[in-house]
DNA sequence: AATGAATGAGAGTTCATTCAT
DNA sequence: TATGAATGAACTCTCATTCAT
């Protein structure tokens, strides 16, 4: 259990090593063995300082957790037009999970446990991500200059924003089979982030003076949900 | 004990019971014992009907894609104006992952084996999605009526749809974590579901003469990809 | 167990097929599935003709032995000269296990199982070889000619000559590699044959009078037996 | 329970143990819980130390070949006239068979397997047996001192000399059957071995100017090799 | 005489975890 | 803090054999 102490850069290879191995396997199909392996040190020390493979996997979450939390909270938008703030919200997340495959992989493996391990983490639950506010604020400025339409919940842009991104990079390997394209070569990543970004600002923006986020449709089409 | 009770039907409960099996833990976290329980056969008939765990999984990701594939092929969207027709295809996507978690888990699954197995599949590999060419039509129809904006990649588009629906129900459980709300109640699928067609709509209708998907963009917010 | 009947020529390449498998692997090697699907039959008829795997080996081990038997009792030697006829002894032995490597197989298996299944046969207990009185006339003609020493034991000499030819070809592979040379080419198997043959006629030539089979030999070096 | 007795002897335990379980049962025959059982060790420790069962096989493999190495260095027989150095090499090629009735198991079952894994181990490969140079010499010496007949092949003279003691101890039970005798009685080992020793050195004092090791032969029964 | 489906027993192997030092 | 040896539980898969027809 000890966490502080010594530097004991062990502690620190064993954590690198241990996001990769539970990122490619998830935790049930990652090998302590492979683990210790990997970060060169003797199996027997994850259980001293993690008590076991769960322990180990919680403490990797954690630290991806927290890493994207310190990502996040390094944006600064307030100098920006709304506009490009917003640009850059949805660049950021699409970078971000571009580069930090290890933290899509592990937030899906999570989700197929149910988000057991998460929601067990007293510091996962606490740390709020600070985009929703970022979201908010970004949509109350670009409301008020007439750019962006009003009643847009900002949870919802969070998740539509999430979800163009995350979706892409998390289910990359079946896109390319179905659209037989490789969508992780640059082009196709450059080609995706754009979209993203146009999409959302596409949505948003305002000529008009349009008031909900469904506009114009009938009530037919949109209410046979399951 | 029990030697015949239905003739072959024994591969069809087999896939159903390792359909769920495989959804709830995966390829590597499944357990052929209790794919055999759930399906009350004996264990061993797997391996006569399927060769092995990966021959079952593999029959199942087939069965799995071709469902959704003729579902999606029940789709007639030609007598309906274009608005209604990309609503429907927004809340048919929505609806089929929501009432098929199945899909959505072994599709997740597939990805972290780097889309192995799918690849391998020619039954998998041949049959395109017909989504693609009926949103293409549908997009066409709308431009031409005046109301979609010009300019938008169907394939892109289908990859945000998809995106804007699966991803939240694929991370259904870390976003209710996050938002500390359970995001599987039915207001929260409604309320996702009609976000989900409302933002698609929202951004195809703004069509105050933009040309392509990413209008007013300063170049700098929109380049920074990784 | 209903050994005769019709021709039933799935029965013949029932035992052709499991003579193969069994040299191949053994009767614990073979595979019940793999003689059937050589033989082409359905697995089932095994059981139906033979009562189970191992009464289907004991009909190949027969069936070897009565083949062998049938070969030596066509050995005509009476009208050669003794060295000729015991030359012609070598060499049909020699031919025979270089030729039916899965009669040699086959026994080499046997002995592994402490002949357990030779000895319960009544059929190969009963069938004697006709080579150890072949070899005893031929010894008594070259003695009374003068050409062969005497006091050779027929049996012990009967045990020498299949050792020279069958122990190289059943041990052919680590032969080979202790000697880096592949044993199973054909100027191998010839020069072999030579040597062996030559080895029996050189110890039984006689020119002088030596009476018994181990001349000149001090005590000392004979008698430190096991 | 036991958990540690002695710190590494396990390793020599799984040996012993393994030599005598694969010698009886051959590498597919031998089961693993067996050994384990013999030596009195957890079951995982052979994955542990030795891979898996083919490991533990080559192992023992490799064991037993350097263990036959070792004691054929030890012979020396410079100090011995040639024919009682002949007489000793065959004498302790027949006690160490009939002593090392493992040795003999392992070399059947392995050329059963092809020589799959003998010829894998750079050990074995390498390690050169020294009775053909031993062979060599004391042919020489002989043929100088004018008691052993010239152009005898030493390699060939080996592989005699192997056969004639081999082949009995190997094929001991379809013998015992075929002549209706225990074989393995100290009396018919005795005879045995006598007789192997005699035949060899009647073989090669055979010495009337006679030049190759076969002598006097009708090209006829010679060549009709298979 | 012939077949496809089904089964129970057990094989080799993997793996997280713990012991002793 | 660190290590090699050891272990029990479980898992995938194999295989001879039998059932029902």
Do not use: W
């Amino acid at each position: 259990m000890k966490k502080q102490g010594q530097p004991a850069d062990s502690r620190e290879r064993l954590l690198t090593a241990a996001t990769v191995e539970f990122a490619k396997n998830g935790l049930l199909g990652a090998r302590v063995d492979a683990i210790a392996k990997l970060a060169k040190i003797n199996k027997q020390l994850i259980y001293y300082h993690f008590g076991d493979k769960q322990g180990l996997y919680l403490a990797v979450l954690e630290h991806v957790y927290a890493d994207i939390r310190i990502k996040e909270r390094a944006l600064h938008l307030a100098d920006s037009d709304p506009e490009t703030a917003m640009a850059r919200l949805v660049g950021f997340s699409f970078d971000y999970v571009s580069q930090n495959r290890e933290f899509v992989r592990l937030l899906t493996n999570e989700n197929i446990l149910k988000a057991r391990n998460a929601r067990r983490s007293k510091l996962i639950r606490r740390t709020r991500s600070p985009l929703v506010q970022l979201i908010e604020e970004t949509l109350r400025r670009g409301v008020k200059a007439g750019v962006f339409r009003k009643g847009v919940d900002p949870v919802q842009l969070y998740i539509s924003m999430a979800g163009l991104c995350f979706f892409y990079i998390a289910n990359i390997h079946t896109l390319s089979v179905l659209f037989e394209r490789d969508m992780q070569e640059q082009a196709a990543l450059r080609e995706r982030r754009g979209h993203a970004i146009g999409f959302v600002l596409g949505f948003l923006t305002n000529t008009d003076a349009k008031a909900a986020s469904s506009p114009r449709l009938s009530r037919r089409s949109q209410c046979r949900s399951g």
